[in-house]
């Protein structure tokens, strides 16, 4: 319980305090006249120095570094302060700027503006973009926070000047990028929409050459027949002849539109990708070749083949064409042999003259090299790029039946496969295929 105190005791208490006051008060006087530049404090910790100087000169260092430019305006809008970032903002020494108005930096066409700013200022905490002018007649846009201030000498403006002129250029750079962007993404979509109409332009040259052009020739085959039939014994021998050429020449015609027909389709028809046994695949196309096989007397020797993602048709399609040509081209005194291998390389190991760009050797660490080698009549390897070329033949259609289509269609699956290909022969000597598709 406290200790009540007596009517004596009150009144020495309330003197002390008055003393208290009017020292606290007399002090507060000298601080605001500049009489004192320091106080000492008793506290906990014993007695503490307080330099009003100090931290007088601490704040001017802290506004003297900022990266933004601060001013101070009187009531009259002239510059009453202003640190070091400000005057370089305008290009001049930081004398000349003190007692100039502040309006002598501003844009005429941005005066209206910061009318407003200042005077909506006087009640809350203003933001607006505005150009400067520095004293060489340059614009700088910048930004100005304004914040009013409450000072012995009046009402006063704080204003803190925020230099724009990088964060304008990387938005103009942005937007210049934004639109390079737009034009190229206007460019790939016509593009797009340009090889979608070739897509489907292969689609109807593959309609029109599975059906319309086939019919004429089936009828020209099938009158050949009637004609070699019924009338053969009265055309004679050259009539004969006659008939067997155009005979020949339609069949031709109907291998060379099949196979153009299957050269579209791996443009026009790409089927989702899964794992495919090479191994499996290698047996039907066998079974596919086994007359050409037997009537050949060839032998064929293979290694085990990997499992790849890929299109099934079309990798038939590439193994199918490749030992039909080591049949076609064999010699004719010697038993065809035909050895295929596989085996795992890396991505430097592939020549980058087989892939179907030299991209795909960055995108694809490791390969699948398979190797088909027969001991046929061989070529010449000067020709070596011109055999994967359509309608490109080596030897006489007289000798050698087919469209010349057969090894463009090899070069199109590894390209759909992002592999390569690539052929090394001799005259006389066989020839090697070596197909590279990612493992």
């Keep these: 319980m406290s200790k009540i105190q007596t009517y004596s005791e009150l009144l020495a208490e309330n003197e002390r305090l008055r003393l208290q006051l009017e020292e606290a008060t007399e002090t507060i006087h000298a601080i605001r006249t500049g009489q004192v530049d320091a106080l000492v404090v008793e506290g906990k910790e014993g007695h503490e120095l307080y330099t009003l100087k100090t931290a007088d000169l601490t704040y001017r260092v802290i506004i003297e570094t900022m990266n933004e430019g601060a001013v101070t305006l009187g009531p009259d809008g002239l510059i009453v302060y202003a640190n070091s970032t400000f005057a370089t903002l305008v290009n001049l020494a930081l004398s000349q700027v003190i007692g100039l108005s502040f309006y002598t930096f ?40 304004v914040t009013s201030l409450e000072l012995d000498e009046g009402a006063s403006l704080s204003v803190i000047v925020t230099d724009l002129t990088h964060q304008k250029e990387t938005q103009q750079l942005l937007r210049q990028n934004n639109d ?3 034009k190229s993404n206007m460019a790939l979509e016509i593009s797009n929409n340009a090889l979608n109409l070739s897509n489907d332009n292969l689609q109807q040259f593959a309609y029109v050459a599975s059906h319309d052009l086939q019919e004429p020739l089936r009828k020209i085959q099938s009158f050949g027949d009637l004609l070699k039939a019924q009338y053969g014994s009265n055309l004679g021998a050259e009539g004969l002849d006659m008939i067997n050429r155009m005979g020949s020449a339609a069949n031709r015609m109907s291998l060379l539109i099949r196979d153009l027909l299957n050269y579209s389709r791996l443009t026009t028809q790409q089927a989702p990708f899964e794992l495919v046994s090479l191994d499996r695949l290698l047996l039907d196309v066998l079974d596919d070749l086994s007359v050409a096989i037997a009537e050949s007397g060839a032998t064929i020797d293979y290694e085990r083949l990997p499992v790849i993602q890929g299109d099934q048709a079309q990798l038939q399609q590439l193994f199918l064409n490749l030992l039909s040509n080591a049949l076609k081209f064999r010699r004719a005194d010697l038993p065809a042999h035909i050895l295929i291998s596989a085996r795992q390389v890396s991505a430097s190991e592939v020549p980058i003259a087989a892939l179907a760009t030299p991209a795909e050797s960055n995108r694809n660490p490791v390969y699948h090299e398979i190797t088909v080698v027969d001991n046929g009549i061989g070529f010449d390897e000067k020709y070596a790029d011109r055999i994967f070329q359509v309608f490109q033949r080596l030897h006489g259609k007289s000798n050698y039946p087919g469209s010349g289509v057969g090894l463009a269609i090899c070069r199109k699956v590894v390209l759909n496969h992002s592999g390569g290909l690539s052929a090394n022969s001799k005259p006389g000597e066989g020839a090697k295929f070596i197909v590279y598709l990612p493992a």
Aim: proline share 5%; hydrophobic share 30%; charged share 20%.
């Design 106 to 145: 501003v844009s005429p066409d941005n005066q209206l503006l910061c009318q407003q700013l200042f005077a909506e200022s006087q009640t809350e905490d203003c933001k607006s973009e505005l150009t400067i002018y520095t004293s060489a007649g340059n614009k700088v846009p910048c930004l100005l926070s």
């Design 180 to 182: 390079r962007l737009e």
